[in-house]
């Protein structure tokens, strides 16, 4: 069983420019996350959605942060324009729709914004 | 609101040692308990939890956790480290009225052959 698949692994670009990151969950989870990992603040829930619709993004950073699910199987994290200090590793997790269950990991992508 | 406070950067512990690393949390009413690793370069991955009945709870890769409500404490032990054990944990709670889990800070674990 495929686990929670991101995309890309690895992102460098100049700051200023638009970065979209990309998550399949695994297939019949109900719950979609959205984190953050930095040395400095460790890691911190951006947002997160229950089938498709997002539910608390109280921990997106600023406006210039969005995150979609267009449909069960897909949803991006973009940011337009980007920082420097958002060079962090996002990580996207799922889980079933039950508040006993773990949530599962993908292996993230390392962001670097120059 | 509810924490989770994991009071060591670091622990280190040498192989065939036994192993601890120490949870204690703040949530209002019974929380749930969960424990995740992470090694470099990859996603956390769930070791366990704890939701209700036995205190002492068991997981993977023969990890187990002892829940004290009395001392607001989950810590993870092992009876035998491995230098395989060497990673990132985390501890986590999560309210049962709510579904947002607060991650501790984490705890690195050095095992040492």
């Known amino acids: 069983d495929a686990g929670v698949i991101q995309s890309p692994r690895h992102e460098v670009t100049e700051m200023g420019q638009e970065v979209t990151l990309r998550c399949k969950p695994i297939?019949?989870?109900?719950?979609l996350f959205w984190y953050r990992q930095t040395m400095m603040r460790g890691l911190e829930l951006l947002i997160y959605?229950?089938?498709?619709?997002?539910?608390?993004d109280s921990g997106m950073p600023e406006d210039r942060f969005s995150a979609k699910m267009p449909n069960a199987s897909f949803s991006t994290l973009k940011i337009q324009p980007s920082e420097p200090r958002d060079s962090a590793v996002y990580f996207c997790?799922?889980?079933?729709?039950?508040?006993?269950?773990?949530?599962?990991f993908g292996d993230g992508t390392r962001l670097s914004i120059l | 609101a509810q924490s989770v406070a994991q009071p060591e950067d670091q622990v280190n512990v040498a192989e065939g040692n036994p192993l601890t690393v120490k949870c204690t949390y703040s949530?209002?009413?019974?929380?749930?308990l969960f424990w995740y690793v992470q090694y470099p370069n990859r996603g956390l991955q769930f070791l366990l939890k704890?939701?209700?009945?036995?205190?002492l709870v068991k997981g993977s890769y023969g990890f187990e956790a002892e829940f004290n409500k009395s001392q607001t404490s989950f810590h993870l032990k092992k009876p035998s480290a491995l230098v395989s054990d060497s990673a990132l944990y985390f501890c986590?709670?999560?309210?049962?009225?709510?579904?947002?889990?607060?991650f501790g800070a984490g705890t690195r674990l050095f095992v040492k052959a």
């Open positions: 997790a799922s889980s079933h729709d039950r508040a006993t269950q773990p949530q599962h």
């Open positions: 297939s019949g989870h109900d719950y």
């Open positions: 986590a709670v999560r309210d049962r009225r709510g579904f947002k889990t607060i």
């Open positions: 704890y939701i209700t009945g036995d205190n």
């Open positions: 959605f229950n089938n498709n619709v997002p539910i608390d």
């Open positions: 949530v209002s009413g019974n929380p749930y």
